[in-house]
């Protein structure tokens, strides 16, 4: 068990029994490789309202139509066509923002120090550019950057999660679930990671 997993343990042994016993049915989670910054961006706006098998697909196409051409970099993106693009089976709304991220990935220097943010700098920087929202940057946080205290209060999974096990109102506002989340805090990206296997066990 590693450390960061052990303290959040302890954690909720005083703070929250419910979640804790989720916690030690599902075990430790082990995480996916990250990918570079730039990457992972493209990958979050290509799967933004898509459903996870029609993200994946796109995904992959993607992917593979970079590497092609010389890797994934943001003058590869902004030298293609959009109809090269719509053709891996982006819309057209979807390669406008690609073009977007692109584009300010080469003027904005802050883009290439994220790491070095603070959790709200990055969600500054990274909304700043046309079709990234907070949810998206949050989970930049939590999966690209691992920062360990990050809660996505209008996630649509966490939300029904914390209905299922605490009877919270899918209508409860931002404010009210930040302020539930505090019992979590400074774990509560683990606490999502594990309300979001909390679905995956009904499903």
């Not at 679930?177 to 979001?196: I, K, N």
Request: charged share 25%; net charge negative.
């Amino acid at each position: 068990m590693n450390e960061l997993h052990a303290a959040f343990i302890a954690h909720l042994s005083h703070e929250d029994p419910i979640l804790l016993r989720e916690v030690e049915q599902h075990g430790e989670l082990h995480w996916q490789p990250v990918r570079p910054h730039f990457d992972a961006l493209c990958l979050a706006i290509i799967g933004q309202q898509l459903s996870t098998k029609a993200a994946a697909t796109i995904a992959r196409r993607f992917e593979a139509w970079a590497e092609g051409c010389g890797g994934l970099k943001p003058d590869v993106v902004l030298d293609a066509a959009v109809s090269e693009l719509r053709a891996l089976g982006l819309s057209g709304q979807k390669v406008t923002y690609i073009a977007a991220l692109a584009e300010a990935w080469n003027t904005h220097a802050e883009l290439h120090r994220l790491e070095q943010l603070e959790d709200e700098e990055v969600i500054k920087a990274l909304t700043a550019i046309k079709g990234i929202g907070e949810w998206t940057a949050q989970m930049f946080l939590l999966f690209t950057l691992r920062r360990p205290d990050v809660f996505a209060p209008r996630d649509l999974g966490i939300k029904k999660a914390m209905e299922q096990l605490y009877g919270l109102s899918m209508a409860s506002s931002d404010r009210e679930l930040v302020a539930f989340s505090e019992r979590w805090s400074p774990y509560r990206s683990l606490a999502c990671r594990h309300l979001w296997q909390v679905l995956d066990a009904v499903d």
